[in-house]
């Protein structure tokens, strides 16, 4: 398929919706077809390991203050 999930930003938080993808969506090893991402949560596309960082770089620069 031409996209594999889609991941939006919800109140805030950031969410991962699988789009009936071959390998599945993967957060934290466990495969699902929706599901919200907290900090350092490990998202799986096929075999790219994405961290997620729902703050962005304003999250990162407040976590290091």
Request: proline fraction near 2%; include cysteine; aromatic fraction near 4%.
């Amino acid at each position: 398929s031409d996209y594999h999930c889609r991941i939006d930003q919800v109140d805030g938080v950031l969410e991962v919706r699988d789009l009936a993808s071959r390998t599945g969506t993967f957060v934290n090893g466990v495969r699902v077809a929706k599901a919200l991402l907290l900090t350092d949560d490990q998202l799986t596309l096929g075999r790219t390991v994405l961290c997620a960082h729902p703050g962005g770089m304003a999250g990162l620069a407040n976590a290091e203050a």
